[in-house]
Structure formats: structure tokens, C-alpha cells
């Protein structure tokens, strides 16, 4: 059986994540239409140009969050677009996994929330569920977008609350390392 349909596998990555109970039903019920659906087939509009016949999904792995450890200390370029820039935060990522967030104060006091997803799910994932509730992706579409919303890590966020506005840009940085990913 293929590793991404082992049941096993599946729950462990949920487990390692540490989400809230009410996104690990998200990515559950995403992962059920994965195993579902079937495989796109050349006659279906979108894949009538693309043959995936030779793809073979286990030749990847699927995401851990066991990924390559953060090299201490990690050396960061950097970010050439922030260079005498006033920012009112930045959050920076090597590898897809968090290494620093900042944002300034007064935008804090206000409510706003900028940072690691994880982060921000561990600390405020009631604030964050009604804009998390309904999958980005759309599982029921095909069986990649099944397995996307069931497997997907990692991003930033930005929560603005209604009537606050930040007239400061903020800035995201992703480093790749060797061999790196940014999910």
C-alpha cells in the first residue's frame, strides 16, 4: 500500500502536529475524499494536456514534521528588499520551519497577529477558526486537491481585525538551506 494511503502514517502526522481537534477533522475528512477519488484520467478537460501515467506519488514522501533540524546558529542572508525599510514586522522561515517573528508592539496592543501558522494556531486557533473552518483548498475538486488539504504545513499569517490598519509593510522571509523546502 502506498505510504501516503497508510491510515498509520496519516495519523501520526496529524498527531505530530498538535491542532486543534476541529482542523484534524478538516484534514480527516479531506484525507477520506483522497482515498476515494480516483486518479485524473487524460479525458478529463484539465488533464487532457498533461499525462501522468509515469507519476508515481510514492517516489515523494510524505510531510513530516520531523524535517532537518534548524543548523545553530543559522546563518541567514539578508532579506535585500527590507534595506532601510521601516517595517512593522517580519517573520522568517528556514526550510518552512519558524526560526523568528517580530511585530511591533503597538500592532500587537491592537490584536493584530502576524506570524508562523503553528505558532499563531497554537496560541489563537479560536480567533483564527472561522477564517480556517472552510479548507482553502477545495478537497472534493479532484484527488490532488484531496490530498492537498489533508496534508498541507506551514505558512504565515497576517489578522488584521476590522477597523485597524497597518500603514507599515510587513515582510516574510524564506530561506531555502541544502536541499531545503519551503512548504
Not at 475528512?29 to 508515481?56: N, V
Request: charged share 20%; net charge negative; hydrophobic share 45%.
Amino acid at each position: 500500500t502506498s505510504r501516503w494511503a497508510d491510515a498509520t502514517v496519516f495519523e501520526a502526522f496529524l498527531q505530530s502536529l498538535g491542532e486543534p481537534l476541529w482542523l484534524r477533522e478538516q484534514r480527516r475528512a479531506a484525507w477520506d475524499l483522497f482515498q476515494e477519488k480516483a486518479w485524473p484520467q487524460r479525458s478529463d478537460e484539465e488533464w487532457i494536456r498533461t499525462d501522468i501515467r509515469l507519476f508515481r506519488l510514492d517516489s515523494f514522501a510524505p510531510p513530516t514534521v520531523e524535517a532537518a533540524p534548524v543548523p545553530s546558529p543559522v546563518t541567514v542572508p539578508a532579506p535585500l528588499l527590507t534595506a532601510g525599510v521601516d517595517l512593522a514586522g517580519q517573520s522568517t522561515s528556514w526550510n518552512s520551519q519558524p526560526i523568528s517573528s517580530v511585530l511591533r508592539d503597538e500592532f500587537v496592543k491592537k490584536g493584530v497577529l502576524f506570524g508562523p501558522l503553528e505558532t499563531l494556531l497554537a496560541e489563537h486557533h479560536e480567533r483564527l477558526r472561522p477564517y480556517l473552518a472552510e479548507p482553502t483548498i477545495a478537497p472534493g475538486y479532484d484527488k490532488f486537491s484531496a490530498l492537498a488539504a489533508a496534508y498541507w504545513r506551514g505558512g504565515q499569517v497576517l489578522f488584521v481585525p476590522r477597523g485597524v490598519s497597518i500603514p507599515l509593510p510587513l515582510h516574510v522571509h524564506s530561506v531555502l538551506g541544502p536541499d531545503g523546502v519551503d512548504l
